[in-house]
């Protein structure tokens, strides 16, 4: 069964970085493209960021491009998303989701991060 | 981006009642591979979001055969003929022929009376 396992979450300052990991089992990783989506607490859907399989494409969200970073490990089974310069904004739900036919059909738990002084 | 209106916003219906969702696309969301990539998901209370229906009709494995999915170009619609207690979440269109970005409705919440 596919699995997707977000962590590194937290609370943290602004202006301060944090970097999710989502551990993936099940399938052939290496194989698929992996988006990041959050949602806000309460609000709706939000795409962040896409890799595809190999990392030759990557695609970030016009609110976070330039602050975070999207990349993964084939050999670990691991995306990861780096996050920098965090605004209170980015505060939300962080889901991995595995990327199929032009849309999304596994998602992780998601892990939740929380930007406040 | 493209922009995706989901109507309506809240939605209250009695178990066997059927009911529909609608996606409005703020642009055709025909490919030009010929195919149409809009998908419906389903967020139940507390849980991560599941693919129901992609390529406007398609049903993915395990949902059952009373969700239902149809549409072209801008106007699409998710059907789903006789609701069951399970059928309660947040249900979203989300189109990617023109990703990136993916971009999603804004959801319509589905209660049970």
């Known amino acids: 069964e596919v699995q997707l396992v977000e962590s590194g979450g937290g609370l943290v300052q602004p202006g301060r970085s944090l970097k999710l990991s989502c551990v993936a089992s099940?399938?052939?990783?290496?194989?698929?493209?992996m988006n990041w989506i959050r949602q806000a607490p309460g609000k709706g859907l939000e795409w962040v960021a896409y890799i595809s399989s190999g990392s030759s494409y990557i695609y970030y969200a016009e609110t976070v491009k330039g602050r975070f970073t999207i990349s993964r490990d084939n050999a670990k089974n691991t995306l990861y998303l780096q996050m920098t310069s965090l605004r209170s904004e980015d505060t939300a739900l962080y889901y991995c989701a595995r990327h199929w036919k032009y849309t999304t059909d596994w998602w992780g738990q998601g892990v939740m991060v929380t930007v406040s002084s | 981006d493209v922009v995706l209106t989901q109507t309506p916003p809240t939605l209250s219906a009695t178990i066997g009642q059927s009911v529909s969702i609608s996606c409005r696309s703020s642009?055709?969301?025909?490919?030009?591979?010929?195919?149409?990539?809009l998908h419906w998901l389903l967020q139940r209370p507390g849980q991560s979001p599941q693919l129901l229906i992609y390529s406007v009709s398609r049903l993915e494995s395990g949902v059952p055969n009373r969700f239902s999915g149809s549409g072209s170009g801008t106007d699409f619609t998710l059907k789903i003929s006789g609701v069951e207690a399970e059928d309660l979440g947040v249900y979203y269109c989300v189109q990617g022929t023109h990703a990136p970005p993916l971009t999603f409705g804004s959801g319509t919440k589905l209660e049970i009376k």
């Open positions: 099940g399938f052939t990783f290496s194989n698929y493209g």
């Open positions: 642009q055709s969301l025909l490919h030009s591979n010929g195919n149409t990539y």
